[in-house]
C-alpha cells in the first residue's frame, strides 16, 4: 500500500495541474498579424432530455447562441476600448448577415478558414457551450414545457477556439466548465473571460 501511494499521489497531481488550454507554438506570433476577428454564432447545446419539447428546447438553444455570440462581443470589444486587448471584433450584426446572405444557415462540416476569408477577417472565434440550464427567461422556459423532462446537470461547459485565416489551422483553443450558477449570457462570458483571460493570445503588453 506503502508503494502505491506515491505512483497515486503523483497522478492525481498530474490531472489537477494540466491547464485546459491548447496554444500552437507560434500563437502569440500568428495573433500578434491580426486586426479584426468575428465571433461564430456558438453551438449551444441545453442539458435537458424531452423528445417531446424538442422543439422548444431547439428555439430555445438558438436564442442563448445568440445572446452568448453578442456578449462575447461586447466583451472583447470593451476591452478593446480600454486597451487591454488590441484586436477589434466585427459586429455580430455584420457577421450574422454576411453568414444569411451567403446560405450559410448551419457551422457544421464548414471550413473555418473558408468563414474568415467570407467574412473578411484575420481569424474567427468558434465556440461550444454545454447549459445546465437556460440563461435567457429561464422560468418562462421552464413553465413552458408542458411534459416532463430529465433533470438536467450542474455543470456548464464552454468550449472555445481561435482559427487563424492564413493557415487555416486552430492555434488557441480554451475548455473552461464550472459549477456556477448564472443569471445572464452576460454573466457567463465574464466569468469565462475572466479564467481565459490570463491565457488570451490578443493582450495589449504582448504586442511587439
Not at 82 to 106: A, G, M, Y
Request: hydrophobic share 40%.
Amino acid at each position: 500500500m506503502k508503494k502505491i501511494l506515491p505512483f497515486l499521489l503523483v497522478g492525481i497531481l498530474a490531472l489537477t495541474s494540466c491547464e485546459p488550454v491548447y496554444k500552437a507554438t507560434n500563437f502569440q506570433q500568428t495573433a500578434n498579424t491580426h486586426r479584426l476577428i468575428a465571433v461564430l454564432p456558438p453551438k449551444v447545446i441545453i442539458e435537458i432530455k424531452s423528445a417531446k419539447e424538442a422543439a422548444a428546447i431547439k428555439k430555445q438553444e438558438v436564442i442563448e447562441s445568440e445572446r452568448f455570440q453578442s456578449a462575447l462581443v461586447n466583451y472583447l470589444n470593451a476591452n478593446q476600448i480600454n486597451n487591454k486587448i488590441f484586436i477589434k471584433t466585427q459586429n455580430p450584426e455584420e457577421t450574422n448577415k454576411i453568414l444569411t446572405d451567403h446560405n450559410v444557415t448551419s457551422l457544421a462540416g464548414r471550413s473555418y478558414q473558408e468563414l474568415a476569408v467570407l467574412l473578411g477577417v484575420d481569424a474567427v472565434v468558434s465556440s461550444r457551450v454545454s447549459l445546465a440550464k437556460p440563461l435567457t427567461n429561464g422560468e418562462a422556459f421552464f413553465t413552458s414545457l408542458l411534459t416532463g423532462y430529465a433533470a438536467p446537470s450542474k455543470i456548464t461547459t464552454v468550449d472555445l477556439s481561435l482559427t487563424d485565416k492564413a493557415s487555416g489551422k486552430m492555434f488557441w483553443n480554451y475548455n473552461w466548465q464550472t459549477g456556477g450558477t448564472f443569471v445572464s449570457a452576460e454573466k457567463l462570458t465574464n466569468s469565462l473571460m475572466k479564467a481565459a483571460a490570463v491565457r488570451f493570445p490578443y493582450k495589449t503588453k504582448d504586442l511587439k
